[in-house]
């Protein structure tokens, strides 16, 4: 198990708060605030690896039943039809990318796009697969 800095620094209080509880023995007035924080510490340390687990570090990648740049040509065919798809697969692409960083278009940019020339639109796109291919 590899323990980091604050997880070894919430192991340390809550074996330093269960020596002060026991250290108090009778004392209710040290033992009981000494037992909380050693309870609070445990519980925090328990749940960092529950925490992990149920957030992983990159988001799952979605399916691809077919090449995305077929996809892409195909849907650059359909006009402003297949703008919405083209802006889809570059969000999938994206948030396979960029994971937890992926900050997805926002209703009226995508809106702009899709009611943008020809033009605009292949320069946004190109701008955009020219930033995915410097992250990756």
Do not use: Q
């Amino acid at each position: 198990m590899n323990l980091g800095v604050p997880r070894l620094a919430l192991a340390a209080l809550a074996a330093a708060a269960i020596g002060i509880a026991l250290w108090a023995g009778p004392n209710v007035d040290l033992a009981a605030p000494a037992a909380t924080v050693a309870c609070l510490a445990a519980v925090a340390l328990a749940a960092g690896p529950l925490v992990d687990r149920l957030r992983p570090e990159r988001l799952p990648e979605p399916p691809v039943e077919a090449d995305t740049l077929v996809r892409l040509g195909a849907s650059f065919r359909e006009g402003v039809l297949g703008r919405r798809s083209i802006l889809a697969t570059l969000g999938g692409l994206e948030l396979a990318a960029l994971g937890r960083s992926y900050h997805p278009l926002g209703l009226e940019e995508e809106e702009k796009l899709v009611a943008a020339t020809p033009a605009e639109f292949r320069r946004w796109v190109e701008g955009r697969l020219a930033e995915l291919e410097r992250l990756s």
